[in-house]
Each structure stands twice: as C-alpha cells, then as structure tokens.
C-alpha cells in the first residue's frame, strides 16, 4: 500500500488482509475504530476522514484538523484529534462529524490515552502528559513531567504508561 491508503480490514483468523487499499488523504498517520466507522488522520492534509468499513470507502468530505495531526482517539461519543504543529486537541462529534472544540495543549502534541472520564495528551515538545476532561473539552489538569519525548501512552494496571523516546524508557 501507498503512504496514501489502508487497508479495509484483517481477516484475523487467516492472517491475512481482506479487502483492498482506501484512499484516505495524504500521509495517514493514526487510525481508530468506533461502533460504525473507522477514522483516519491525515498529517500532510491535516484532515480526519471517515471510512464506512461495510462499504470500504471513504464517506462525506475530510474534516479539517490542521496542524498535522498525528493521533486519533474514541471517547465518550467524541473523536480526540492532536494536532502536532498547532499545539492543540480537537474534539469532533462521532454523529454528525464536526468539530465541537479545540483545547490548548503543550508544544507538539502526538499520543493520546483514554480513561472513562478523561483522555491524557502526550506532548513531545514539553516532556509531559496533560489531561483533558472528555465531559468539557477542556484541560482537568496541570501537565505532568514524564521522560524526554513522550510519544505514546496507555492505560492499564491501574496506571498511566507513557513511552519517551529520547529517555529510552
């Protein structure tokens, strides 16, 4: 596949691909599924699309984002978006596909993890992890210093588990 496309689907039990590549945009960078689509980012285009996964298209028209996003999340009925270069997260409604708001994060934002009432935005520039409430959009906390350029975080353990490549930890 080009740096353009993804596939539709992996047939899990096969090992194999099923379905052909989707054009999404120019450089998809993340990718996320929810109960009836699945989402892409676009860091060249700075734009999320939607995929119909029983159709293996793209559907309506690419959702601006700006700033090269780099990172897509599901939660609480919303799609998280970080945008690299424009230092924000932005909240976009699964239903009618719009942007709802844009946060103000730390310097050059890239993974998100995901809580049942927050998401925890990495930013790489900063060396910290911010959290934002998914009830209000809005931040629900001051960054917390992590290791040198934070790139990824997950949950788990009762836990936040952040990878920083430049710490090596």
């Excluded at 060249?44 to 959702?63: A, F």
């Excluded at 790489?124 to 209000?136: A, N």
């Excluded at 917390?144 to 990878?163: K, N, R, Y």
């Amino acid at each position: 596949a080009s740096a353009t496309q993804v596939r539709a689907r992996a047939a899990a039990p096969a090992g194999r691909i099923a379905g052909f590549p989707i054009r999404v945009g120019d450089a998809p960078a993340a990718i996320t599924v929810g109960s009836k689509y699945v989402w892409a980012v676009n860091e060249l285009s700075g734009t999320l699309v939607v995929i119909d996964p029983t159709r293996n298209e793209v559907v309506g028209s690419p959702i601006p984002i700006g700033g090269r996003p780099r990172f897509v999340a599901l939660a609480n009925g919303a799609l998280w978006v970080t945008s690299f270069d424009g230092n924000t997260v932005t909240r976009v409604s699964s239903p009618n596909r719009t942007v709802v708001s844009r946060a103000r994060v730390g310097r050059s934002p890239w993974g998100i993890a995901v809580t049942s009432d927050s998401i925890w935005v990495v930013n790489h520039d900063d060396d910290t992890v911010q959290p934002i409430s998914t009830s209000t959009g809005e931040p629900a906390g001051s960054p917390i210093e992590v290791g040198q350029a934070p790139v990824s975080a997950t949950v788990g353990d009762s836990a936040l588990w952040v990878t920083n490549s430049q710490s090596d930890s």
